[in-house]
T-cell receptor, first 113, second 119 residues
Framework: DSGVTQTPKHLITATGQRVTLRCSPR?????VYWYQQSLDQGLQFLIQ???????AKGNILERFSAQQFPDLHSELNLSSLELGDSALYFC????????????FGPGTRLTVL | AQTVTQSQPEMSVQEAETVTLSCTYD???????LFWYKQPPSRQMILVIR??????QNATENRFSVNFQKAAKSFSLKISDSQLGDAAMYFC????????????????FGQGTILTVHP
C-alpha cells in the first residue's frame, strides 16, 4: 500500500458524459500527479499540482481539467467523454517537487461505452 | 523532448535464475533520475529502484540492481534469484532534475516489458 488513495476504483459511463476522479496523496506530500494508461498510448503524464497550484502540464486534452484543494486532495474532471478516453487513470504523489520519488495510487479504471 | 525505449516487449525466466531487462533513453540534460516501476496483475504501480544520474555507483535494492551507463544512455535492470512474485510488467521511467520548464516533475515512461517467471 503506497498510502495514495483513489476513488472510485471502477467507473462505467456513456459517451458525452462527465466524470470526476478523486485522489488523496500520502500524508505530508504536497505534489500530486495524474497519469493516463491506455493500450495505444501507454503511460502518459497529464498534469501536476504542487500545494494547490498547477506546476506542469503534459498531453492533457482541453476536455480534461484538474485541481488541487486546500486539504491537498486532487480531482481530475473528464467531460464530453469519448470511447478513446477509456483507460486506467493513476494519481501519484511526492513530498515536494522534482527530486522526490512519486508513489502511485491503485488507479481508477474508466470505461466509456 | 526526452524519450524512453524498452526494446523487449516480453521476457521470461526460470524461477531462481537471473534476468536482465533493457532500457535506453534519449536526453540532452545532464542531471536527471531514472526509475524502474513494476506493475503486477493488480495494476498497482510499484517503485522497484531509483538511480540519480550524478551518482556513478549503480543502485541496488535486495535482488534488484541496475547497470547505469550514462554515456551510452542505458539503464538495465537485473533481477537475481527470480521469484514467482516478480512476474509483472516492468516500466523504465525518466525524470528531469532541472527546475523550471513545462516538464518539471513529469515521469516519461517506456513501453514496458512483460516478465514471465516459470516455476
Amino acid at each position: 500500500d503506497s498510502g495514495v488513495t483513489q476513488t472510485p476504483k471502477h467507473l462505467i459511463t456513456a459517451t458525452g458524459q462527465r466524470v470526476t476522479l478523486r485522489c488523496s496523496p500520502r500524508s505530508g506530500d504536497l505534489s500530486v500527479y495524474w497519469y493516463q494508461q491506455s493500450l495505444d498510448q501507454g503511460l502518459q503524464f497529464l498534469i501536476q499540482y504542487y500545494n494547490g497550484e498547477e506546476r506542469a502540464k503534459g498531453n492533457i486534452l482541453e476536455r480534461f481539467s484538474a485541481q488541487q484543494f486546500p486539504d491537498l486532495h486532487s480531482e481530475l474532471n473528464l467531460s464530453s467523454l469519448e470511447l478513446g478516453d477509456s483507460a486506467l487513470y493513476f494519481c501519484a504523489s511526492s513530498v515536494a517537487g522534482y527530486t522526490d520519488t512519486q508513489y502511485f495510487g491503485p488507479g481508477t479504471r474508466l470505461t466509456v461505452l | 523532448a526526452q524519450t524512453v525505449t524498452q526494446s523487449q516487449p516480453e521476457m521470461s525466466v526460470q524461477e531462481a535464475e537471473t534476468v536482465t531487462l533493457s532500457c535506453t533513453y534519449d536526453t540532452s540534460e545532464s542531471d536527471y533520475y531514472l526509475f524502474w516501476y513494476k506493475q503486477p496483475p493488480s495494476r498497482q504501480m510499484i517503485l522497484v529502484i531509483r538511480q540519480e544520474a550524478y551518482k556513478q555507483q549503480n543502485a541496488t535494492e535486495n535482488r534488484f540492481s541496475v547497470n547505469f551507463q550514462k554515456a551510452a544512455k542505458s539503464f538495465s535492470l537485473k533481477i537475481s534469484d527470480s521469484q514467482l512474485g516478480d512476474a509483472a510488467m516492468y516500466f523504465c521511467a525518466y525524470r528531469s532534475a532541472e527546475t523550471g520548464g513545462t516538464s518539471y516533475g513529469k515521469l516519461t515512461f517506456g513501453q514496458g516489458t512483460i516478465l514471465t517467471v516459470h516455476p
